[in-house]
């Protein structure tokens, strides 16, 4: 496929997915209704192809559940958040939506714990559905909020409401962040965003300790991107991330997305008491981070033999 052909191809394919932006995430406010939040996920979500990305779910409601330790589930089917609990207070990984803290709050209560107790807010990535939130979510709990200073001019200009995005701390490559005897590491990996983060936290189980990563974002999603000659150095981002994640000792593997780790799979088993706990997936870590690696070399291939049009 020539240059101009290629182009043509992904303007049609970016228009596409922009008109069905209202259904699946971009959080109303343009002239439309917001899109509906569904409190509870139907067996036939459930059931769907957990590798696909269905943006439409990002606002259904999902079982919060324990993952393992003082780690527990509190997203909607797509939209991954975490809650950590220690005897100092709580954390909180992506506050996602504005309408769908509703969702979270009772996800949180249905736990046995209180929205109200979350002392810390981190996130994966500054993209609205991740983090258009945050504001709200201060307001409800006054948390302090911490951020990677490379997704910090991005978080600046989302507004939801017209409020200010809240930034109480910012943080770098490496930080850890402490509460109630968890500590939390923040690890930069770009790409996805600029300042991409990659959580990583060791948790007890049955007298072992494993190691949590909670992935930013992969390449399969930014694929459209790479041979964009206005996005040279997102090919340089991700390849200093794939380093990243092949240098990670991973047993339990969560992301912000469902469709990088099938947590209604999990779930599932968990339900029928599997053992061992389904969370724990050394090996479908490896694959993901394999899987990516794999898109790259492909990617960079394609760019050599059709590189984009001089600047």
Known sequence: MNVSRFVVVLLLVMGFAAAKLPAQGQGGGRGGPPPQVVDKATPEIMNEDPQTEQRSQDRVGFPAHKIIGNLYYIGTVTLS????????????????????????????????????????????????????????FKQMTSAQTMFMAEDVPALQNMKAGGKEHPIDKIIHDGDKVELGGTTLTAHLTPGHTRGCTTWTTPVQDGGRTLNVAIACGGLQEDARLVGNRNYPEIADDFAKSIK????????????????????????????KSANPNPYVDPAGYKAWVANMEKNWNSLMAEQTKNPPPAK
């Open 81 to 136: 958040s975490y809650l950590i609990t220690t005897p100092q207070g709580n954390i909180v990984i992506n506050s996602d939506y504005e309408e769908t803290l509703p969702l979270m709050k009772k996800a949180i209560e249905s736990l046995g714990f209180k929205m109200e107790d979350t002392k810390i807010l981190l996130a994966s990535h500054a993209h609205p559905d991740h983090q258009m939130g945050d504001a709200a």
């Open 244 to 271: 990243i994640y092949q240098k990670l000792p991973v047993d339990v593997f969560l992301a912000s997305h469902a469709w990088f780790y099938d947590p209604a799979g999990k779930y599932a088993r968990l339900q």
